[in-house]
């Protein structure tokens, strides 16, 4: 059995604790085990059971081995393991991953996703606005490669962190928050096929490679590049399983609506990625009427709901409606704006009904009879077409924090 050559995407800097608990602990037996990993040595920042703070390409490459031959030079710690299981053992042990198994980041395959977007591994992506922590092409790349992405995904994920380093978006917040939120990623024009991206059965769930490693990508960025690790700037109380992926292409073939990037102002045939911080999606279901406003009257109930149970601020929501729900506002000449503007109307609630929820307390802190609407504007409702061709079904994607938050659209790069 050959041995496997692996790259490193953590660039998180731990504190100066953290590393002494990791020094004591034998920092999880990567080199003081039978199991550690070859071509490395005890660095300087070791000795004497000491450690000094330091970034973890310093704390654990003392003896970095050098890039392979005809491969670009990556600025990421490079190691030596058995095979492809330890490889998956060794980012276990250390926390690189989200707990799932890994493609092993090679030398080879990282130069091959950066070759697919025409990048150089120090070409910077984004930068997370609040703490600066600059995002590069080589992290992301490995990301992908660890996700299980094919080469030619990943002009969509560097799409996706490019909308989410936007300030709007408020990366930090959403990802530091106890809410639990995720990216919620919606990819429009001729890449969804180009790649084979699902929009019809089973469109938010396990259906298709390219869906389900796209989202994952972002998840292990988010992990190893910016450090969220639950308990340490993850603070999620619960979050939802939307943190494992959570990425869906729009049904635009079968759809009798202008695609949402077209409506968020990308020029039609561009391909292009929507990102969203949603909370846990709450399906809806009426198959007993063929009047639009009726089906409306469902979903908006849901956001009514929410906004009781959970938050009461407007913002950014998202509609995923499939096809029977799509043919029947189809028939009756219902466009998005028509759904948006309707919603904008009855997605609204009385500050006096948190009392009927538990909320007795808080309820009567300002005035009861203040009417608060899920939407500040027609707008700010995003409705997509994905899901399969039968049931009445449809659902409702809450957003994390009201419009802390908003939804970024942004053009895939060609």
Request: aromatic share 6%; charged share 20%.
């Amino acid at each position: 059995m050959t041995s496997c050559r692996v790259l490193n995407g953590d660039a998180r800097p731990f504190e100066h604790a953290e590393l002494n608990r990791r020094v004591a602990s034998g920092f999880n037996n990567t080199w003081a085990s039978k199991k550690k990993v070859t071509g490395t040595r005890r660095p300087p920042e070791m000795r004497d059971g000491v450690a000094k703070p330091a970034t973890v390409r310093q704390l654990l490459n003392g003896g970095i081995i050098r890039n392979m031959p005809g491969t670009p030079k990556f600025a990421s710690a490079v190691y030596e393991v058995a095979d492809t299981l330890e490889a998956n053992e060794l980012y276990q042990r250390n926390g690189w991953t989200d707990g799932l198994p890994i493609i092993p980041p090679t030398e080879e395959a990282v130069a091959r996703f950066l070759a697919a977007s025409t990048l150089a591994p120090a070409d910077e992506i984004g930068v997370e606005p609040v703490r600066r922590r600059s995002i590069t092409a080589e992290k992301v790349a490995i990301a992908a490669v660890m996700a299980g992405c094919l080469p030619e995904y990943m002009p969509v994920v560097v799409a996706a962190i490019k909308a989410m380093c936007q300030p709007e978006y408020a990366l930090h917040g959403s990802t530091a928050s106890t809410g639990g939120s995720a990216p919620f990623i919606v990819v429009n024009g001729p890449i969804r096929l180009a790649i084979g991206m699902n929009a019809t059965h089973n469109a938010l769930a396990n259906a298709s490679r390219a869906n389900a490693t796209i989202g994952r990508s972002v998840r292990l960025m988010l992990i190893n590049v910016l450090g969220g690790v639950p308990g340490q700037l993850d603070r999620s109380t619960l979050g939802h399983p939307g943190k494992f992926t959570f990425c869906v292409a729009e049904d635009e073939e079968d759809s009798p609506w202008l695609p949402l990037s077209v409506e968020r102002g990308v020029p039609a045939g561009q391909s292009a990625v929507t990102v969203l911080q949603v909370e846990s999606p709450h399906q809806i279901m009426n198959e007993w009427t063929h009047e639009p406003k009726e089906i409306l009257d469902t979903y908006a109930a849901a956001i009514r709901g929410n906004m009781l149970t959970y938050s009461i601020w407007e913002g950014n929501y998202a509609f995923v409606i499939p096809r029977q729900h799509r043919e029947i506002f189809a028939a009756a000449g219902w466009t998005k704006q028509n759904i948006r503007e309707y919603i904008f109307e009855v997605a609204r609630v009385k500050r006096g009904e948190w009392r009927s929820v538990g909320k007795t307390t808080v309820a009567g802190r300002k005035d009861e009879e203040k009417i608060h609407r899920a939407l500040r504007s027609p707008d700010d409702l995003l409705v997509v077409a994905a899901g399969g061709p039968a049931g009445g079904f449809g659902a409702i994607l809450p957003p994390w924090y009201g419009k802390k938050s908003l939804a970024v659209t942004v053009p895939i790069a060609a």
